[in-house]
């Protein structure tokens, strides 16, 4: 994508205004909890411009969304393109209001099969991409005197799982980031909202990248996220995160288990190392296999009629959230 030209109509059309209102900017937004936090903001009465890297998800979203939503191709990792994402957005639709990025990479493996590349790609993404968005709306904002800037971290940006390791690090990296950034931001009229969301059923297990022994990593981490008891619903979810952001809370959680999860490391950290030690002994061992796969893939591989009927529920999201 060209910094000096970002954006990109739908598909066939031409995109048409949006209706006025507020501006707000959600990056990763062509799919899963990306979209439904676009979805909630348009229905609070926002314009929003939706942001993601695959031009044919974003035109999908769009006309999932309707006219609100005004899709922008942006790599967050790259730092000119988020800038130019940005003066964009101002000088077509306006001041942005409000800044959430959700954009995600899972890459699910052993930490002995794990790369450097995994690292890059998951901080890139993760923790880079934060730090873009929010120095590319924060003038603006500090001028204005006002402002709400969201990063979505998760529960593993605070207990950090086995075999998720680049994740934890670029998530635990992002929950710093947006921590301190809400305490510079003191006076200022902008705040910064660390969100720290557990399982949900985005149907995220779909799109999720799987290495090492790709089909056994599928098999527990795919039911984990689409079993009610351990996933949260995507849509409340959302609007949980979106009225925490919008009220400039400095944190917002989304469930029980990872306000739980959250204080007992806090109470007993090393507790808490010794007992991720013992889930890391139950899950597939290391084969000295780097190679990803996505999560479709690593399904058929397997080809368990009992993990698909477990992830029953996180199909259905993953139909109704643009993952497939």
């Not at 639709?93 to 493996?109: M, N």
């Amino acid at each position: 994508m060209s910094d000096s030209n970002p954006t990109r109509a739908r598909a066939g059309t031409d995109a048409p205004p949006g209706p006025s209102g507020p501006v707000a900017i959600v990056a990763g937004a062509s799919r899963g909890l990306g979209l439904l936090i676009a979805a909630e903001l348009i229905r609070r009465g926002y314009v929003v411009a939706i942001a993601a890297r695959n031009a044919d998800a974003l035109d999908r979203a769009a006309e999932r969304l309707g006219a609100a939503a005004h899709p922008y191709v942006c790599d967050v990792g790259d730092r000119a393109q988020v800038a130019g994402l940005v003066r964009a957005v101002e000088a077509e639709l306006g001041p942005v209001e409000v800044s959430i990025h959700v954009a995600g990479i899972i890459q699910v493996g052993p930490a002995a099969d794990a790369t450097v590349d995994h690292f890059d790609e998951a901080i890139d993404t993760m923790l880079k991409g934060p730090i873009h968005l929010a120095w590319a709306v924060l003038p603006g904002m500090r001028h204005r005197h006002r402002g709400r800037i969201g990063t979505v971290a998760s529960v593993g940006g605070m207990v950090s799982p086995p075999h998720l390791l680049p994740y934890a690090t670029a998530k635990f990296g992002a929950v710093g980031f947006s921590d301190c950034l809400a305490a510079e931001l003191a006076s200022s009229g902008v705040t910064a909202t660390t969100i720290v969301p557990g399982l949900m059923r985005t149907g995220s297990h779909t799109q999720a990248l799987f290495f090492g022994d790709s089909a056994h990593e599928y098999a527990w981490f795919a039911p984990a996220a689409s079993l009610p008891l351990l996933s949260m619903d995507a849509e409340r979810a959302a609007r949980t995160i979106v009225a925490g952001v919008l009220a400039g809370k400095p944190f917002v959680s989304t469930t029980p288990l990872t306000w739980l999860a959250i204080r007992v490391r806090g109470l007993a950290p090393a507790t808490t190392t010794r007992l991720m030690k013992v889930v890391a002994g139950l899950l597939p061992s290391a084969t000295g296999n780097p190679t990803t796969v996505p999560g479709s893939q690593a399904r058929d591989d397997l080809d368990s009629a009992l993990v698909n009927t477990l992830t029953t529920l996180g199909d259905q999201a993953a139909e109704a959230n643009l993952e497939r």
